[in-house]
């Protein structure tokens, strides 16, 4: 059984930083490519980026709206995933989904956390 457990969502001013954690059980989380997602009251949810490793490099994919402002990277002694999420914009604010892709297209969500931004 997958599990996904989102932490360190809140409610910041326009221009701080939040940094995202998402650790995962029950699963092979070294060989199994993460992402992050997020989705604002009222539209789809959206990727923001995604990690994926083969031992010994990482494989990263921003969304372009996130580039140069967020950072993905993992833990993998710590099965964790995390977002680094710095110069926030309001229209960051949105309920951040942590993903795991298994095996034979099995995916994986976390429940959630969300992030609110003031201008």
């Known amino acids: 059984q997958v599990q996904l457990v989102e932490s360190g969502g809140g409610l910041v001013q326009a221009g701080r930083s939040l940094r995202l954690s998402c650790v995962a059980s029950g699963s092979a989380f070294s060989i199994s490519a993460m992402g992050w997602y997020r989705q604002a009251p009222g539209k789809q949810r959206e990727l923001v980026a995604t990690?994926?490793?083969?031992?010994?490099?990482?494989?990263?994919n921003y969304a372009d709206f996130v580039k140069g402002r967020f950072t993905i990277s993992r833990d993998n002694a710590k099965n964790t995933v995390y977002l680094q999420m710095n110069s926030l914009k309001p229209e960051d604010t949105a309920v951040y989904y942590c993903?795991?892709?298994?095996?034979?297209?099995?995916?994986?969500w976390g429940q959630g956390t969300q992030v609110s931004v003031s201008s």
């Open positions: 990690i994926r490793s083969d031992g010994s490099t990482n494989y990263i």
């Open positions: 993903k795991l892709f298994g095996v034979f297209g099995a995916e994986y």
